[in-house]
Nanobody, 126 residues
Framework: QLRLVESGGGLVQPGESLRLSCAPSGFNLDYYAIGWFRQAPGKERAGISCIGVSGSGTRYADSVRGRFTISRDNAQNMAYLQMDNLKPEDTAVYYC???????????????????WGQGTQVTVSS
């Protein structure tokens, strides 16, 4: 299992923005699809977005579509999740996942992913 490192979480007020980063530890993301997931207290880990190899397609869960934007920079070997207009219900630990995949694969079902980070806390509260 390869390791990822998330960063960028924090405490913000409703309506504010955060940008999460996902960095691989010791491997290249070029051939990996990336997913972002979150887990709120007492709930299962849920997928919210994915981006295919080389940015070949993106998908979003209904709960975040129009507010969150997933991206990747293969030259910098990084992936990102821009979160705008945050709401209290977005409060959770956010994880990025990576899975080696072909072009066209973009799936944010957690069990499809084999490599994970440790998570970063996002708290949205007034």
């Amino acid at each position: 299992q390869l390791r990822l490192v998330e960063s960028g979480g924090g405490l913000v007020q409703p309506g504010e923005s955060l940008r999460l980063s996902c960095a691989p530890s010791g491997f290249n993301l070029d051939y990996y699809a990336i997913g972002w997931f979150r887990q709120a207290p007492g709930k299962e880990r849920a997928g919210i977005s994915c981006i295919g190899v080389s940015g070949s397609g993106t998908r979003y869960a209904d709960s975040v579509r129009g507010r969150f934007t997933i991206s990747r920079d293969n030259a910098q070997n990084m992936a990102y999740l821009q979160m705008d207009n945050l709401k209290p219900e977005d409060t959770a630990v956010y994880y990025c996942g990576a899975v080696r995949a072909g072009r066209g694969f973009c799936n944010y079902v957690p069990k499809a992913y084999t490599n994970w980070g440790q998570g970063t806390q996002v708290t949205v509260s007034s």
